[in-house]
């Protein structure tokens, strides 16, 4: 059973910072894409960022570009996200998705239960 789990949520003030770790187990491809989405309440799930096969960055959502940073670690079983400089705006709920056909334009097929980031300002 593959699975996803997120850690590092939490609550900070505007300006902050916090990173955010996702831990692939079970069965691992290396060739999956994986990535970031938030969901605020009222508001629709967006992608944040995303890495290729390869673990480089392959997308980011402009409204936290220059700000956020994707990356992975070198086993391709561990997914970051290093966010700076918070903002009210960036209360979400995270979660990390991971697929095959992910980078194609496919949804995502797995996903982590989430973890929450709250902004205050």
């Known amino acids: 059973l593959f699975q996803l789990v997120e850690s590092g949520g939490g609550s900070v003030q505007a300006g902050g910072s916090l990173r955010l770790s996702c831990t692939a187990s079970g069965y691992t491809y290396h060739n999956f894409c994986m990535g970031w989405f938030r969901q605020a309440p009222g508001k629709e799930r967006e992608e944040v960022a995303r890495v290729d096969v390869t673990g480089r960055s392959a997308y980011i959502v402009d409204s936290v570009k220059g700000r956020f940073t994707i990356s992975q670690g070198s086993a391709k079983s561990t997914l970051y996200l290093q966010m700076n400089n918070l903002k009210p705006e960036d209360s979400a709920m995270y979660s990390c998705?991971?697929?095959?056909?992910?980078?194609?334009?496919?949804?995502?097929?797995?996903w982590g239960q989430g973890t929450q980031v709250t902004v205050s300002s």
């Open positions: 998705a991971a697929g095959l056909e992910y980078c194609s334009g496919a949804k995502p097929v797995y």
